[in-house]
């Protein structure tokens, strides 16, 4: 079943007389328990993508359509209550609160969404298990590795249960051995809690081992 859709997509930037075109009527599904690798060299747009398929960007001309419900166009507060709920977010740096520990981080989304301390606190916990790293859910970001830290910030991305997870080079940060067991860990989250993934990276390696990739050419989004 599609989470998320892209129909058509347009998105253009004026950078002073010029017009650049960036994605020109993109197609583009994702499904339950899918995991897409986005793969392209800088500048070619993935920030972009991300930033429209996570409605944090309006498109200019087309839809973007999350769950069935066509919202790339909704105004301002809907969108980001929608992504509150539904869409989660993994950046290159982790971006976790430094005076807060690892189990705090993550039920601070929870929380926010109104969910009772005890409840996010459980959710938390869980989640830090499920990441291999419940011993770690006192220690504040500084105290943990890189590995780590983005184990903690995969799993706040993940706590209000997204349906779509985007990332944008999750393990860039990473040594290539602990890029591995962290994206283990984000593969074995998304088969089990059925998400969509959408993961832009330039980790070859890593690209091979999710059921599909794609590119940007020409505006068009195609399997690469
Ligand atoms: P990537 O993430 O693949 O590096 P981006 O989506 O960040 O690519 O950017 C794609 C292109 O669009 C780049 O050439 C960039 O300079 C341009 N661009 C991105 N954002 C803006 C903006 N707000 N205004 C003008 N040009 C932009
Ligand atoms: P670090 O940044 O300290 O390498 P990691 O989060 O990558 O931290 O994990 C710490 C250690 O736990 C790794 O070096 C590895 O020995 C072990 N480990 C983590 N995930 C896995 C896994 N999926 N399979 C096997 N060992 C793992």
Redesign the pocket.
């Known amino acids: 079943r599609p989470v998320l859709v892209l129909n058509k997509v347009e998105r253009h ?1 004026v ?1 002073g007389e010029r017009k ?1 075109t ?1 994605l020109n009527g993109a197609d583009f599904t994702i499904n339950r328990g899918e995991m897409v690798a986005l793969v ?1 060299p ?7 993508l991300l930033h429209t398929a996570g409605l944090l960007e309006k498109p200019d001309a087309g839809e973007v359509t999350l769950n069935g419900r066509v919202c790339g166009n909704l105004p301002d507060d809907e969108r980001t209550s929608i992504r509150r709920n539904e869409i989660g977010f993994v950046y290159q740096f982790h971006h976790l609160l430094p005076e807060f520990s690892a189990l705090e981080n993550i039920m601070l989304p929870q929380l926010v969404q109104g969910l009772a301390k005890k409840e996010a606190a459980n959710r938390a916990r869980q989640l830090l298990d499920y990441m291999h790293i419940g011993k770690r859910a006192g220690h504040r970001p500084a105290e943990l590795s890189g590995g780590e830290q983005q184990r903690v910030a995969i799993a706040r991305a993940v706590a209000n249960a997204p349906r779509l997870l985007l990332a944008d080079e999750p393990t860039g940060n990473l040594d290539p051995q602990t890029a591995g067991y962290v994206f283990d860990a984000l593969a074995a989250l998304v088969k089990q809690s059925g998400l969509a993934a959408l993961i832009a990276t330039h980790n070859h390696e890593l690209a091979a081992r999710m059921d599909r990739k794609v590119t940007l050419d020409q505006g068009h989004i195609v399997p690469a």
Not at 42 to 48: D, F, H, I
């Open positions: 930037y950078q650049l960036i392209a800088s500048g070619a747009g993935k920030s972009t």
